[in-house]
């Protein structure tokens, strides 16, 4: 009799967990449903549905018009040039020099480290917009200014990813540094034969958060870019909406397309970024 009570306890416990794990998920992908279904509508469709439950359905009338005129009218791909452009350089440097600071400050032993560990950590906290002046001024006067350098040239360095590096690279086994030492390999060489191919899930990570960061970037690329010649993509949204109309459709096209590379990115590499963010010491 205890025994069937306690299943059924047992039962019941993981059917409340379930629910309330189905009814997180609800919030995380109903935007996203929204957003790709909304694509499809026109404006009059989108504002009519936006209250009930056909928000979420492909209901009405559904075409390709709004797809058409963001890439006819709006040069959708002109601006997606430049992202992916502005993305990978950022993604590639960041990835690369933030795992050289990380390893420094994980493996190697200098008079110093330890304030260089709190002073990355005391960087993490201060807000991108308070040093977004300073920022600028050092651009313009390098005479980076409307170019894809000046887009992404000053957010390669974050504390954030070097402290991520540093988690990592602290757990790996000083034997291995030790006995490539012994032959005769250099700190560096031991960081690039060594420590980077043995750090690809800390790289995946690093590279889809910096690749996000940089894609979705609107502050920055405002500050620098002069004219169309290197205006990304949120910089493009941005102008589908002014006092005078909203073009929700295009809005929603133009979004979904947006969108779309990050998704592909992420579930081609969720298990590379799921590993590292178990494995890196963020929990503790």
Known sequence: MHTAMS?????????????????VAFFFVAPIVYLFV????????IVTDMSTIKAFLPAGEMS??????????VHFFKFCKNSTVVAVID??????????????????????RKFMIS?????????????????FIVTN??????SYLGLALPSVAYPMY???????????????MEAAIVDGASYSGIFWKIMLPLSKPILSTVAIMAFIRAWGDLLWPTLVTRDETYRTLPLALRALSNDVYIYWGQIFAFSSLMVLPILI??????????????MSGIKG
């Open 119 to 135: 002073f990355v950590l005391s960087l993490s906290i201060i807000p991108t917009e308070a040093i977004i002046i300073n920022r």
């Open 265 to 278: 990115i992420f579930l081609i590499f969720q298990k590379q970024f799921v590993s590292s963010l178990t």
């Open 7 to 23: 299943k059924r306890r047992r039962i019941l416990l993981t059917t409340v967990m379930y629910g309330a794990y189905l009814l």
């Open 91 to 112: 993604t590639s440097l960041c990835t690369v020099i933030n795992a050289m600071v990380g390893y420094a400050l994980g493996m190697l032993d200098f008079k110093g």
């Open 162 to 176: 070097m402290y991520l590096y540093y988690n990592h690279f602290k757990g790996m086994p000083k034997e291995l």
């Open 64 to 73: 390709f018009d709004n797809f058409r005129d963001i890439i006819s009218k």
């Open 141 to 146: 006067q390098a005479g980076l200014l409307n």
């Open 38 to 45: 909304s694509a499809f509508k026109n404006d009059t469709q």
